[in-house]
């Protein structure tokens, strides 16, 4: 009926210019340029090797029954696990996939190559690297304390495929203490609190 319409009342040059302005919207639709959420902050997630929080950045919460694709990571203790490969404890339901880049978290704008996502596939083949050394978010400095990596982030494609997320872990010790002229022992019982910072994404946004 539309295309009626014009024939009735435009020239011939006109109705083309006008139906191939129609299709260029449909075929490229505007993006938006805000993210889905502002960057969140989480203190003190307690993770141990007793309790083993499992996360879902999409909501921001702790899962309390984990299932399918309901958790995107699990913090146990030093060790983060994502939900997706075949390796068991958890049983991984999703399709999570991660990689760490080298690049400060401030400066990631965009989804990386999904080509560098992997998932948690063998025995100690981590998407996010298995403990300290390089091949993690952390190291351990010389008394012994775990220490995150300034300019490393995670990026997480999450469990339902919906989003993606960049991740940096702050602390990991209660309350971000400064650890200047503590020891191991005397910050012991302040070890496996998790701070950390995230920004979730869906498809077509931009990180901020």
């Known amino acids: 009926?539309?295309?009626?319409?014009?024939?009735?009342?435009?020239?011939?040059?006109?109705?083309?210019?006008?139906?191939?302005?129609?299709?260029?919207?449909?075929?490229?639709?505007?993006?938006?340029?805000?993210?889905?959420?502002?960057?969140?902050?989480?203190?003190?997630?307690?993770?141990?090797?007793?309790?083993?929080?499992?996360?879902?950045?999409?909501?921001?919460?702790?899962?309390?029954?984990?299932?399918?694709?309901?958790?995107?990571?699990?913090?146990?203790?030093?060790?983060?696990?994502?939900?997706?490969?075949?390796?068991?404890?958890?049983?991984?339901?999703?399709?999570?996939?991660?990689?760490?880049?080298?690049?400060?978290y401030h400066t990631i704008k965009d989804i990386p190559s999904l080509s560098g996502l992997k998932q948690d596939v063998g025995r100690n083949d981590f998407a996010l690297g298995y403990r300290s050394g390089g091949k993690t978010w952390y190291y351990m400095d010389d008394n012994m304390f775990y220490t995150p990596y300034s300019e490393k982030t995670m990026i997480i494609q999450t469990a339902d495929q919906k989003g993606f997320v960049k991740l940096q872990i702050l602390s990991f010790y209660r309350d971000m203490p400064n650890l200047k002229g503590e020891t191991y022992e005397t910050m012991s019982t302040r070890t496996g609190y998790y701070t950390f910072r995230y920004q979730y994404i869906e498809k077509g946004q931009r990180f901020h």
């Open 1 to 104: 009926m539309r295309v009626k319409y014009f024939k009735r009342l435009c020239n011939g040059s006109l109705v083309l210019f006008m139906l191939l302005g129609a299709c260029s919207k449909e075929e490229k639709p505007s993006i938006p340029d805000k993210p889905i959420q502002e960057e969140k902050i989480v203190r003190n997630l307690k993770a141990d090797y007793a309790t083993k929080p499992f996360f879902k950045f999409s909501t921001g919460e702790v899962v309390k029954k984990i299932g399918a694709d309901n958790w995107d990571i699990c913090f146990e203790h030093a060790q983060l696990k994502i939900n997706g490969g075949t390796m068991a404890n958890p049983v991984r339901s999703g399709n999570a996939k991660a990689m760490i880049a080298n690049v400060p």
